[in-house]
């Protein structure tokens, strides 16, 4: 972060504005609401300021600025045209180390003025730590949109009965799951709509109501890595976790979504590395559950896709544990949209088989035969660990050696790789290939080099002809 965000309060602090024209009066709007002490250093004051000034909502201090002003104010702003002066009055408070801005010289603030969206009590800030203004103020107009008009009142009625919901609820888990379930149902309807009295009886009602004991459990897809790809689901239920499990294969920027304090659990599997038991993850998700928390189970892609989501919600129906599943877009489907790979198409491939190269030791040998069929396009999970085997077995039950492939690996990350080839090339392009990866073979792959749009890919280039690139 470039700045860290704070909330200040204001009232009766005493700030000193430098300069009183139109783009001061600006800035002590924002301080006059916020209830702060105004104070003025200007030659001249606009109507406006002149006018605040009049009505003893400002005091204008002196016409002239003095760097011992700055001494008893809580902060300074310099709102001036004169450069010389803004520098002047920018290194005065750095040197008394007093927050300053310099209005539209970002160079020169040790702090800046977001993008409000004001609910008061409820306060959105919104900022491009000066970089892009504009997209802060569209953000901003966005949120105005989204928040209803009367959310300040909700707040204030949930602040008048804090402390009754504190007597009858000694707990804090069990407060917040009080609240969360207030401002997730109609009582947040109620008063936002301006019906606060019947808000108010919800809120009485739900406080003689018991607060369950019995945790949950979510299980839930968190897409193949760019986090706009998760759904809305997703980011609901992440929000209001008190615990997370997640795997390897979900991305830092999804889990940067996770509610801030929620406890965090790394029960990853990686091929090589040491892993998680999958009958211990099963076990530390019920007993979670059993102590009456609400676990979310974060996958990478869909839980339901080679992620093993199944077993996990047989231990939680065993233990009599409820649970919801939200899915999410699957590897195969995200990878392949952004390599610019559609994994079906009717010159092409008229269906598709998803694919694990990780099969259970005890499991039967994949129908090759079947696989090796033509006309289909077959997109491989866990394939580049055997991507050698894959493509020998592929190419002895009939596929053509020559079959388009492609390797995407981290796929809809900002540093997805795309290296496409022939199949006998398959265990040189997954060699080279960061994980985790996809391997797509077929026909289909041919679009690649029309349709991707995402970022430019890398095709494997070599002077021998058995690396010849499809083209």
Same mark, same amino acid.
């Given at each position: 972060?470039?700045?860290?965000?704070?909330?200040?309060?204001?009232?009766?602090?005493?700030?000193?504005?430098?300069?009183?024209?139109?783009?001061?009066?600006?800035?002590?709007?924002?301080?006059?609401?916020?209830?702060?002490?105004?104070?003025?250093?200007?030659?001249?004051?606009?109507? &406006?300021?002149?006018?605040?000034?009049?009505?003893?909502? +400002?005091?204008?201090?002196?016409?002239?600025?003095?760097?011992?002003?700055?001494?008893? +104010?809580?902060?300074?702003?310099?709102?001036?045209?004169?450069?010389?002066?803004?520098?002047?009055?920018?290194?005065?408070?750095?040197?008394?180390?007093?927050?300053?801005?310099?209005?539209?010289?970002?160079?020169?603030?040790?702090?800046?003025?977001?993008?409000? +969206?004001?609910?008061?009590?409820?306060?959105?800030?919104?900022? $491009?730590?000066?970089?892009?203004?504009?997209?802060?103020?569209?953000?901003?107009?966005?949120? &105005?949109?989204?928040?209803?008009?009367?959310?300040?009142?909700?707040?204030?009625?949930?602040?008048?009965?804090?402390?009754?919901?504190?007597?009858?609820?000694?707990?804090?888990?069990?407060?917040?799951?009080?609240?969360?379930?207030?401002?997730?149902?109609?009582?947040?309807?109620?008063?936002?709509?301006?019906?606060?009295?019947?808000?108010?009886?919800?809120?009485? &009602?739900?406080?003689?109501?018991?607060?369950?004991?019995?945790? &949950?459990?979510?299980?839930?897809?968190?897409?193949?890595?760019?986090?706009?790809?998760?759904?809305?689901?997703?980011?609901?239920?992440?929000?209001?976790?008190?615990?997370?499990?997640?795997?390897?294969?979900?991305?830092?920027?999804?889990?940067?979504?996770?509610?801030?304090?929620?406890?965090?659990?790394?029960?990853?599997?990686?091929?090589?590395?040491? $892993?998680?038991?999958?009958?211990?993850?099963?076990?530390?998700?019920?007993?979670?559950?059993?102590?009456?928390?609400?676990?979310?189970?974060?996958?990478?892609?869909?839980?339901?896709?080679?992620?093993?989501?199944?077993?996990?919600?047989?231990?939680?129906?065993?233990?009599?544990?409820?649970?919801?599943?939200?899915?999410?877009?699957?590897?195969?489907?995200?990878?392949?949209?952004?390599?610019?790979?559609?994994?079906?198409?009717?010159?092409?491939?008229?269906?598709?088989?998803?694919?694990?190269?990780?099969?259970?030791?005890?499991?039967?040998?994949?129908?090759?035969?079947?696989?090796?069929?033509?006309?289909?396009?077959?997109?491989?999970?866990?394939?580049?660990?055997?991507?050698?085997?894959?493509?020998?077995?592929?190419?002895?039950?009939?596929?053509?050696?020559?079959?388009?492939?492609?390797?995407?690996?981290?796929?809809?990350?900002?540093?997805?790789?795309?290296?496409?080839?022939?199949?006998?090339?398959?265990? +040189?392009?997954?060699?080279?290939?960061?994980?985790?990866?996809?391997?797509?073979?077929?026909?289909?792959?041919?679009?690649?080099?029309?349709?991707?749009?995402?970022?430019?890919?890398?095709?494997?280039?070599?002077?021998?002809?058995?690396?010849?690139?499809?083209?």
């Amino acid at each position: 972060m470039d700045y860290l965000p704070l909330f200040a309060e204001l009232k009766q602090r005493p700030v000193l504005v430098i300069g009183g024209g139109e783009i001061a009066s600006r800035k002590i709007d924002l301080l006059l609401r916020a209830q702060a002490t105004v104070l003025i250093a200007a030659r001249e004051l606009s109507d &406006e300021v002149n006018r605040l000034a009049e009505e003893k909502k +400002v005091t204008w201090i002196d016409t002239e600025y003095h760097p011992e002003q700055i001494d008893s +104010v809580f902060f300074v702003i310099a709102a001036t045209d004169d450069n010389a002066l803004n520098e002047r009055v920018y290194q005065d408070a750095q040197r008394k180390f007093k927050l300053v801005n310099v209005v539209d010289d970002q160079a020169r603030c040790s702090f800046i003025f977001p993008s409000i +969206v004001d609910r008061s009590p409820i306060i959105v800030a919104i900022s $491009s730590a000066g970089t892009a203004p504009v997209l802060a103020r569209s953000l901003r107009e966005k949120f &105005e949109t989204l928040l209803p008009a009367r959310l300040g009142d909700a707040a204030h009625l949930a602040g008048r009965w804090r402390d009754q919901v504190k007597q009858r609820f000694q707990r804090m888990p069990d407060r917040r799951r009080f609240w969360e379930r207030l401002f997730n149902g109609e009582f947040l309807h109620q008063a936002t709509a301006g019906n606060l009295v019947q808000a108010e009886k919800i809120l009485a &009602e739900s406080l003689q109501q018991p607060i369950a004991q019995s945790g &949950e459990i979510y299980l839930v897809g968190g897409g193949p890595g760019d986090p706009g790809l998760l759904t809305l689901r997703g980011l609901q239920v992440m929000q209001l976790a008190d615990v997370v499990l997640y795997d390897h294969l979900v991305s830092d920027e999804v889990l940067d979504l996770v509610r801030r304090d929620a406890e965090r659990i790394c029960v990853g599997k990686r091929a090589g590395a040491h $892993s998680v038991p999958q009958q211990e993850t099963n076990q530390l998700l019920v007993s979670l559950a059993q102590q009456g928390k609400k676990v979310v189970r974060l996958k990478g892609g869909d839980p339901f896709i080679f992620g093993r989501g199944g077993e996990e919600l047989e231990a939680a129906v065993e233990a009599n544990i409820p649970f919801q599943v939200v899915p999410g877009i699957t590897a195969a489907a995200g990878a392949t949209a952004y390599a610019g790979i559609p994994l079906t198409h009717r010159d092409y491939a008229q269906s598709v088989v998803f694919i694990t190269g990780h099969c259970r030791k005890e499991g039967r040998e994949p129908d090759w035969a079947a696989l090796a069929l033509t006309d289909q396009t077959l997109a491989i999970y866990m394939g580049t660990v055997k991507a050698a085997e894959i493509s020998q077995r592929l190419i002895d039950h009939g596929r053509a050696a020559d079959t388009p492939v492609a390797v995407i690996g981290r796929g809809t990350r900002q540093d997805q790789t795309v290296q496409t080839g022939r199949l006998d090339q398959l265990a +040189v392009l997954a060699a080279e290939a960061p994980s985790p990866a996809l391997v797509v073979i077929g026909e289909v792959v041919h679009l690649h080099q029309h349709l991707a749009w995402f970022q430019k890919s890398s095709t494997l280039m070599a002077s021998s002809s058995a690396l010849t690139p499809i083209i």
